[in-house]
């Protein structure tokens, strides 16, 4: 089983700040990643897929990058509704797996 | 538009079953595979296990494996997910996905498992 870590667990940031999520496979993946946002009592939401493709919705403000075992997820500019908790996903081998997730909020 | 919607909310004794289901619209059913995560509550997202609508072809986590069956029903355009020999930590929201890399989720059931 392909165990995905995220760093850091928790990220405070002010509004209008750059954030920069990491995660990180224990073997390789390719591009086969995937990042979700999920607030409280919402379902996960897709942001990017293959890695850097940003999903359909999304706000250009996102961008993913990475392959192999390095990925990050960075938002160029906080806004008040991108307050929430992160997960990554890999799709590349059975089973998928998530990372832990990282919490985004308000420094 | 894309739209999964999954059954309501349910209660169940352990050693019960529990059977999910996740209507598609909006799309061709068969060309998309379907992923199951659960969630319980205060925690992160689990993969539970995927099927291929094309196929019937399925593919669980270790940790439910033996217990879980996933089938879909493509006259409907509807997946099921259904639980066995339910535990207390089972105990979560179970989400449907479409595609590997869950681009259109339903919205959540939950279900509890409590004596």
Known sequence: EILMTQSPATLSVSPGERATLSCRASQSIGSNLAWFQQKPGQAPRLLMFIASTRAAGAPARFSGSGSGTEFTLTISSLQSEDFAIYYCQQYDNWPFTFGPGTRVDIK | ?115
């Open chain 2, 1 to 115: 538009q894309v739209q999964l919607v999954q059954s309501g909310a349910e209660v169940k004794r352990p050693g019960a079953s529990v059977r999910v289901s996740c209507k598609a619209s909006g799309y061709t059913f068969r060309t998309y595979n379907i992923i199951w995560v659960r969630q319980a509550p205060g925690q992160g997202l689990e993969w539970v296990g995927w099927i291929s609508v094309y196929s019937g072809k399925t593919n669980y986590a270790q940790k439910v494996q033996g217990r879980v069956l996933m089938t879909t029903d493509t006259s409907t355009t509807t997946a099921y997910l259904e639980v066995r020999s339910l535990r207390s930590d089972d105990t979560a929201v179970y989400y449907c996905a479409r595609a590997d890399w869950g681009d259109n989720w339903g919205q959540g059931t939950l279900v509890t498992v409590s004596s």
